[in-house]
């Protein structure tokens, strides 16, 4: 696939998509673009649906709001508070580092910075381009197993890890569509584009996929 192509399939999803299919963190930046709960519910989401990663946001919100309230908190409560969400007791183990790591290296705030997020333990290539595209409105790709499937389907890539992934499409893809890249592609993914039998029949953008790697669809 072109980038002329991939220009023209990213306007037809953008025409194509509802509210509803929205990633949860996408969702969230309508009415709140603080960067320290965008940055946290990130790191609940992984792994993780984004009606039970929304749930327990809101519950741990509730209780901490700041890196100062949360260090407050004992690390097993956050566990039980974030439950069901996957790996809740490892990511309340994390939330709890990276909110120190605010606090003594940052004054509390939520760097601005690709480098200097990925220097926060825990934190990776896909959590660090979300906050800086959803929290700041700068230009990041975050590439997950949606955005490096699909690109791959596409034709458009031809990577095997979503850092290479990452990497092709820094090179490739307009700067200007960077923004919207993953959450067009992740609400794709979940509706239409699926790992797994891809509805390809539904699919508005099927007479521009390659379908590299599709082998049955629906």
Not at 32 to 44: G, K
Not at 118 to 127: E, I, Q
Request: charged share 30%; net charge positive; glycine share 6%.
């Amino acid at each position: 696939m072109k980038t002329e192509t991939l220009v023209s399939v990213l306007a037809a999803l953008r025409d194509e998509l509802g509210e509803e299919d929205l990633p949860l963190v996408a969702d969230m930046v309508k009415t709140d673009r603080d960067p320290y709960r965008i940055l946290v519910s990130t790191l609940l989401s992984l792994r993780t649906k984004d009606e039970v990663t929304g749930a327990a946001a809101d519950r741990l919100f509730a209780l901490a709001a700041t890196p100062a309230e949360m260090i407050r908190l004992p690390e097993e409560r956050i566990a039980r508070t974030i439950f069901p969400v996957g790996f809740y007791r490892t990511k309340a183990k994390t939330v709890l580092h990276v909110s120190r790591d605010l606090l003594e290296k940052h004054g509390g705030r939520v760097p601005r910075t690709l480098e200097e997020l990925l220097a926060l333990k825990g934190v990776g290539r896909k959590t660090a381009n979300l906050v800086i595209t959803m929290a700041f409105g700068e230009p990041g790709i975050c590439v997950d197993t949606h955005v490096h499937r699909i690109s791959n389907r596409f034709g458009y890539v031809s990577t095997k890890t979503p850092d290479e992934t990452e990497r092709a499409l820094r090179e490739k893809l307009p700067r200007d569509e960077w923004s919207a890249y993953n959450t067009l592609l992740v609400a794709f993914g979940k509706r239409v584009c699926r790992p797994v039998s891809p509805l390809c029949s539904r699919c508005p953008v099927a007479s521009s996929c390659h379908r590299a790697g599709v082998t049955t669809s629906r």
